[in-house]
């Protein structure tokens, strides 16, 4: 079956791949990006010449996401499945972050998701049926020292998600979490860093081991051979392709060492959850999922 879909952040490597991988494989695609022009000039040309419609859209405008998601739906006449992929991090010590350092981040991360599914699940609701996948990430499950604070915006996105996925079971919309490990691409170069450089000379020696802490771990995954943003892409192709109603709800990428790890903790949490919801009477709102 074939599918109409939305993915945010398709400028960078998971969304871009996830595009044309998908528009390969038949589904009619809309990627959204920031902007067409300046440095995402040369992967909207390529995207667009994969077959892949581009959108532009700002997560941290809602007039922008409205605008973008209504122009996605006329052009493909329906939507299906939005991938919630678009994404910042951050690398840093903690207290050297102001608010608003995190704030930014937040803002396309958190309240960025929940701009766009204000925005697309009218439609979603009306038709009766969808699939909302989220891009979460192994350190959205736990937490590592200077990447805490992107860590804590990937747990609050893991949140929303399991609110979502029970809030939305009634209306026939499913819904699912990849959670990649680290993988070698622009999105670590990218990363915020702390903007009060005065708290940061008081952590002495310490202040120069974020740095130092990220190059070493990308080095660590660039020589791993199967460690490659492609994983990702083909995961996602993968629940897409699954029927409705079979996918399961968290999807483990990484061939670093995490994945039995963060998998084990899963099923903890799969089975506390269920738990907890039979204990107060609505455990049926979890039966879109697979159990795995």
């Known amino acids: ?135 979460s990430s192994c350190i959205g499950r736990v937490t590592t020292p200077f990447l805490a604070s992107y860590s804590a915006s990937k747990y609050a996105l893991e949140s929303l998600a399991e609110g979502y996925r029970a809030e939305l079971s009634g209306f026939g919309i499913e819904s699912c979490i990849v959670e990649p490990g680290g993988f070698p691409t622009g999105f670590m170069s990218g990363m915020i860093s702390p903007s009060d450089t005065d708290r940061m000379k008081q952590y002495g020696e310490m202040a120069s081991l974020p740095e130092t802490s990220i190059n070493g771990y990308v080095a660590y995954v660039e020589s791993i051979p199967e460690q490659r943003p492609e994983r990702v892409a083909e995961a996602v192709l993968q629940l897409v392709n699954t029927p409705f109603g079979e996918k399961p709800f968290r999807t483990v990428v990484d061939f670093s060492g995490l994945k039995q790890s963060i998998e084990n903790y899963n099923k903890v949490l799969s089975e506390t959850t269920k738990a907890i919801y039979k204990a107060n009477g609505v455990e049926n709102l979890l039966t879109l999922n697979k159990e795995v």
């Not at 000039?41 to 667009?48: D, G, V």
């Open 1 to 135: 079956m074939k599918h109409k879909i939305l993915i945010t952040g398709a400028s960078g490597a998971f969304g871009s791949l996830t595009c044309i991988l998908l528009a390969e494989h038949g589904h009619q695609v809309v990627g959204t990006m920031r902007s067409m022009q300046g440095k995402n000039e040369a992967i909207a040309n390529e995207l667009k010449a994969k077959g892949v419609a581009v959108v532009e859209m700002d997560l941290t405008n809602e007039e922008s996401v409205s605008a973008g998601v209504k122009l996605a739906v006329e052009q493909m006449e329906g939507l299906d499945i939005v991938f919630n992929n678009a994404g910042i991090g951050a690398n840093g010590i903690l207290e050297c972050f102001t608010a608003g350092d995190i704030l930014k981040m937040f803002d396309v991360n958190v309240f960025g998701v929940q701009r766009l599914m204000r925005a697309v699940l009218p439609h979603l609701k009306q038709q009766g049926k969808g699939t909302i996948i989220h891009t």
